[in-house]
């Protein structure tokens, strides 16, 4: 069994920076790949960025034009992903996510442990 605790929402401006951590407890974290989802008020949960499990391979959705990176600390169990000029558009609802799967994908189903979930709000 795996917990995840997300961390570092908050308010911010338009162009600011944001960086959320995510920590996991139980076992093996350094063998799961972790992801980071994103759910906007009245629409589906969407894909954000993943690493997979050695931190060498990362994945990342396509409208974020490089703005979001995506990194691991094996050593503290945790995840990061660092946001930066944040967009109003950003604005949800950042959930982290563990899977066993042994690459990253952005497939919600293959994710098998989700944490609260933590609210980024970019103020226009």
């Known amino acids: 069994q795996v917990q995840l605790q997300e961390s570092g929402g908050g308010l911010v401006q338009a162009g600011g920076s944001l960086r959320l951590s995510c920590v996991a407890s139980g076992r093996s974290f350094s063998s799961l790949t972790m992801g980071w989802f994103r759910q906007a008020p009245g629409k589906e949960r969407e894909f954000v960025a993943a690493i997979k499990w050695s931190g060498r391979v990362t994945q990342y959705a396509d409208t974020l034009e490089g703005r979001f990176t995506i990194s691991r600390d094996d050593a503290l169990n945790t995840v990061y992903l660092q946001m930066d000029n944040l967009r109003a558009e950003d604005t949800a609802v950042y959930y982290c996510?563990?899977?066993?799967?042994?690459?990253?994908?952005?497939?919600?189903?293959?994710?098998?442990?989700w944490g609260q979930g933590t609210q980024v709000t970019v103020s226009s």
């Open positions: 996510a563990a899977s066993w799967t042994s690459t990253t994908t952005r497939d919600p189903l293959q994710y098998d442990y």
